[in-house]
């Protein structure tokens, strides 16, 4: 056999449509198998909508050969009929004018090599990022897309009249730089897309950043970090921190033990005419100190102020793109 021979007879194979069948029966049948098996092993597959399927392959599946190696199979076996179809098409391409009745037939044999393509570019090089937290407000960075940002403008979660919550109403706005470039509102099944970006609400909650307190003199008031309160006297008063959770430690400072509103303490700054600013902490718990008691301030803590945050799965598929 020489050596032309062997390469037509080579050829024929990729070309065949038996070929195919073996090939698509065969990912069909291991498919089904290894699908009994998943439900069962939740630590080896429950990661996979977690990450790309090419970082899974390479960690998680990596260390559970023994359960993952079906999904190698099905995984070679689909890049196999890929490779059947393609050359199919190609085989047909340069008869064009004397088959072009099967025009379509062959336009879904290249639509499946495009989307299987695309699969493959997304699976290696996309982005999957779970429980992103977002304030209401707030502007964060997209690490899946350099220059772009995203901006949670308003929150507002559904709730049944049984009290169950039954969706969650995120006013998105996608900006490059400075610029909008669209702005959504994204609801379960209904996510922001742009250029492969993909972003969907996951969760949602609650963040104490400061109190109301009942403030003599002046009836009721909100310390958070950042407020500043002019005081009798010519003084002010600067919130210079908050920790819903203040843990005492044993050089004299004080740490962030959690968001539970435990123990709320307020690093406070006390600025008054011709004496040295003062700074210190505030335990909500405790009486307030001195120096904030000599310049004639009185406070007593009613309740924790809230702000709603958003948790966001943010994905990016560049073959989606």
Sequence with gaps: MNDRSLLRKSWALLCSLKLAIVLASAATLLSVGGSL??????????????????????????????????????????LLLGLNTLCCFLDWLPCLRMRWRKTGEYLIHLGFVLVLTAFIWGSLDGIRSEGNRIFVGETTPLEAMPGYSLRLEAFEPVIAPSGRPMDMLNTLALLAGNEVVMRRIVKTNSPLTYKGLAVLPASYGNMVEGFRFFMAGAGETVLRKGTRLDLPGGATLRVLNFLPQALRQADGGVANGGEAPRNPAMELELLRPHREPWRGWYFLREGLPFPLVETGVRLWPTNPVFRPYSLLTINRDPGAA
Excluded at 42 to 67: E, I, N
Excluded at 71 to 78: E, F, G, K
């Design 37 to 78: 098996v998943m439900p069962f092993n939740p630590r080896v597959f429950g990661a996979m909508d977690s990450m790309p399927l090419g970082q899974w392959f390479s960690s998680t599946a990596a260390g559970a050969p023994g359960l993952s190696w079906w999904l190698y199979a099905v995984s070679a076996l689909i």
